[in-house]
T-cell receptor, first 116, second 115 residues
Framework: AQKITQTQPGMFVQEKEAVTLDCTYD???????LFWYKQPSSGEMIFLIY??????QNATEGRYSLNFQKARKSANLVISASQLGDSAMYFC?????????????FGQGTELSVKP | DSGVTQTPKHLITATGQRVTLRCSPR?????VYWYQQSLDQGLQFLIQ???????AKGNILERFSAQQFPDLHSELNLSSLELGDSALYFC??????????????FGPGTRLTVL
């Protein structure tokens, strides 16, 4: 079974509008962390935002926020006021406490295209 | 720029050969991680080193090996290369030993092409 599911292979958004990228996860661990990374066409992976399973508030980092719904096991990334430079692949990832070390489990990614 | 450096940026080699990928972590980071990104498998965790010791192992083939040196740089050795080993290999680093809040910062990757 997939541990991280990103159901939107590709999405389009108009510049300056907000967009939500979906991520659902599957774990029986009570303690876990959720991460979002951005991969532009140049290839590097850029850390965007982190949410811990025990965090009561949704994480925010500038124009990025994470809509964390623990009961539904979802951790959707919201990008406000999209910019052309936001066009990239976006990956959701999870780390489970029961795994020794920092192994990240990644979803398949969502390709976001921002239209002018 | 994450502060993680990887060399070389591109590598083209033939089946059966052996290559070494190199990674320097961010200043102050003690953990180094290796990931493989391919079209069919996506992003897969290979191995983690923390302060010179192996900390966690993922889906790393027996033909692959890694180590972390006293200056904390790491090398990933890939031997008896096959066409299916063609992928983007990322190194990441973090301050700690991989706790839940220990954010990993990725290098630019090494694109390996096996012909």
């Amino acid at each position: 079974a997939q541990k991280i599911t990103q159901t939107q292979p590709g999405m389009f958004v108009q510049e300056k509008e907000a967009v939500t990228l979906d991520c659902t996860y599957d774990t029986s661990d009570q303690s876990y962390g959720l991460f979002w990374y951005k991969q532009p066409s140049s290839g590097e992976m850029i850390f965007l935002i982190y949410q811990g399973s025990y965090d009561e508030q949704n994480a925010t980092e500038g124009r990025y926020s994470l809509n964390f719904q623990k009961a539904r096991k979802s951790a959707n990334l919201v990008i406000s006021a999209s910019q052309l430079g936001d066009s990239a692949m976006y990956f959701c990832a999870m780390r489970e406490r029961r795994n020794q070390g920092g192994k990240l489990i990644f979803g398949q990614g969502t390709e976001l295209s921002v239209k002018p | 720029d994450s502060g993680v450096t990887q060399t070389p940026k591109h590598l083209i080699t033939a089946t059966g050969q052996r290559v070494t990928l190199r990674c320097s972590p961010r200043s102050g980071d003690l953990s180094v991680y290796w990931y493989q990104q391919s079209l069919d498998q996506g992003l897969q965790f290979l191995i983690q080193y923390y302060n010179g010791e192996e900390r966690a192992k993922g889906n790393i083939l027996e033909r692959f090996s890694a180590q972390q040196f006293p200056d904390l740089h790491s090398e990933l050795n890939l031997s008896s290369l096959e066409l299916g080993d063609s992928a983007l290999y990322f190194c990441a680093s973090s301050v700690g030993n991989g706790g839940l809040t220990d954010t990993q910062y990725f290098g630019p990757g090494t694109r390996l092409t096996v012909l």
